[in-house]
Structures are given as C-alpha cells and as structure tokens.
C-alpha cells in the first residue's frame, strides 16, 4: 500500500511539474497591485475596493483619526472637571480654600479645553501643507 501512494505522489509530480499547468489568465501589474494592498489592509475577501497606491494618505488619516480621538477623550474629561470644580465652588461654604480649589479646577479645566484646541488646529494645519507639498500642490 505504501509504494501505491509512493507512485501515486511520482507520477502526480510529473504531471503537474514536468507537463505544466496552462495560465488560463494573464496576470496584469494591476492586479499584483490590487492583491498586494488587499493584503497590507488585511483584506483577504478578495472584495477590496478601497485600496489606495498613496500610503501618506493613509498615515495622514490614521493621525487625525488618533488625534481627533484623543481630543475627544481630553475634552470630555475637561468637561468633567468643569463640573467637578462647579460643584467643589458650590459645596465650599464660603472657605477661601476651598473657593480658590475651586476656581482654580475650572480655570485649568478650561486651559486645558484651549490648548487641546490650539493643539488640533496646529496639528491639521501641519498635515494639510505636508499632505499639500507632497502631492505636488
């Protein structure tokens, strides 16, 4: 039984080694392109429609999409510290400790809503000129 799969593997070698498989399909550089960024997007369905040849783009993207989460995640703890602080300023009863506690949550709170701000701005201006110069604009 043995040497029957011994043959069986020889003469399958043959056929498909030495006769050689006929190409139905002419592979074209666009569809080596085509497959290469499915496979970098993690695209194995083989339906990748949304494949982009201009990886800065991408990088581009995925920082603002990084920035624009971690300014969300700032500001809503800067919104939470505004109310914590609104509600230290109420519950002082009248302490000067606790009164300039208090201001001084809010005011940082809202320092910090503004640098996170002017941070974004910075930032997206930054990635539009490279983006810009770049492409050649």
Avoid: E, W
């Avoid at 399909?25 to 993690?42: F, K, W």
């Avoid at 949304?50 to 800065?56: A, E």
């Avoid at 490279?130 to 050649?136: E, K, L, R, Y």
């Amino acid at each position: 039984m043995r040497s029957f799969f011994a043959r069986l593997g020889l003469v399958s070698f043959i056929v498909f080694n030495l006769v050689g498989v006929p190409v139905s399909a002419q592979v074209t550089q666009q569809d080596i392109n085509s497959n290469l960024c499915a496979g970098s997007n993690l695209d194995f369905t083989g339906s990748n429609t949304n494949c982009s040849t201009n990886g800065g783009s991408d990088i581009n993207s995925l920082l603002r999409k990084i920035i624009n989460i971690a300014s969300l995640i700032v500001g809503f703890v800067a919104v939470i510290m505004i109310i914590v602080g609104g509600f230290r300023y109420i519950t002082s009863g009248g302490s000067d400790t606790g009164v300039t506690g208090a201001k001084n949550t809010i005011l940082y709170a809202i320092i910090g809503l503004i640098i996170v701000a002017v941070s974004q701005l910075l930032v997206h201006f930054v990635l539009n000129n490279v983006t810009s110069s770049v492409n050649g604009g």
